[in-house]
């Protein structure tokens, strides 16, 4: 029996050797799976990370348009308001420069309106000035209503009138 211990002793040692090895390279296969899995989890949120980046930099660029086409318009509401004053200030201005003018105008009519008023009434009194002398001369008055003479007819017209219609047409055949 004894020299079997030893080898017995040798084989269990080897056995346990063995079964160390077997539980070494069971938990190398577990944790190079474990990695496996790490690495493909790694590997799917680096492909998830750099769509996200694409993603935010499509969206950066989207707001760098925006942005851009929102300053556009702000300047575009800028002008359009200035050009809308500018053309308030003009319209009022020429408002004013017409008002100006019809009441240039209007003055100017009633000026008129009383010249006239006055040549009626200097015409009246000359009139009766004139009736007066005739009178004390004992004439007779020559100022009735119809004191204007009527212009003659033209004897040219008369003849323009008299040709038939149809005569001297051009005719285009």
Not at 47 to 61: D, Y
Not at 111 to 133: G, N, P, R
Not at 152 to 163: G, K, M, Q, Y
């Amino acid at each position: 029996m004894a020299p079997s211990v030893p080898r017995t002793r040798a084989a269990a040692g080897l056995r346990m050797k063995q079964i160390a090895l077997d539980n070494q390279s069971h938990m190398i296969r577990r944790l190079r799976a474990k990695l496996a899995i790490e690495r493909r989890e790694s590997a799917a949120i680096k492909k998830e990370h750099e769509s996200t980046q694409v993603a935010l930099e499509a969206s950066h660029m989207t707001i760098v348009g925006l942005t851009e086409i929102g300053l556009c318009m702000s300047k575009k509401i800028e002008r359009m308001k200035a050009k809308k004053q500018q053309t308030r200030d003009s319209h009022q201005e020429c408002h004013h420069k017409w008002k100006a003018r019809i009441q240039a105008v209007e003055d100017t009519i009633q000026e008129q309106h009383l010249i006239i008023e006055a040549l009626v009434e200097e015409k009246a009194s000359l009139l009766q000035t004139i009736q007066c002398l005739q009178e004390d001369n004992g004439a007779l008055a020559p100022f009735d209503d119809e004191w204007e003479e009527k212009p003659e007819e033209d004897p040219e017209e008369e003849e323009l009138e008299d040709i038939p219609i149809g005569e001297g047409e051009i005719v285009d055949e």
